[in-house]
Nanobody, 122 residues
Framework: QVQLVETGGGLVQAGGSLRLSCAAS????????MGWFRQAPGKEREFVGV????????YYADSVKGRFTISRDNAKNTVYLQMNSLKPEDTAVYYC???????????????WGKGTLVTVSS
């Protein structure tokens, strides 16, 4: 069992930056690929990015590529989402998730956090 807790959300102006953190419980953090997803008001949850078990590989949704960066610290059981050049359309609840496969598919994620709200004002 893995428990995930996201922190770092808040209100930021367009063009600003935020860094989200996702802390995981348990000793098997490095066994999981870690993904970030988001759900905007009135929309379905969507893929943001994913990092491999070691953190050596990452890929992102086109909508955030070049602006968002995922990193992880396996010694701290934590994965991060650095968000730069934020836009109002980035407003959403952001979720981290853990899965056994390096995949952006939500169905491949086994554990989910409860999310943290990011609001970007124009």
């Amino acid at each position: 069992q893995v428990q995930l807790v996201e922190t770092g959300g808040g209100l930021v102006q367009a063009g600003g930056s935020l860094r989200l953190s996702c802390a995981a419980s348990g000793r098997t953090f490095s066994s999981y690929a870690m993904g970030w997803f988001r759900q905007a008001p009135g929309k379905e949850r969507e893929f943001v990015g994913v990092t491999s078990r070691s953190g050596g590989s990452t890929y992102y949704a086109d909508s955030v590529k070049g602006r968002f960066t995922i990193s992880r610290d396996n010694a701290k059981n934590t994965v991060y989402l650095q968000m730069n050049s934020l836009k109002p359309e980035d407003t959403a609840v952001y979720y981290c998730a853990a899965g056994g496969y390096y995949s952006g598919r939500q169905g491949n994620m086994d554990y989910w956090g409860k999310g943290t709200l990011v609001t970007v004002s124009s």
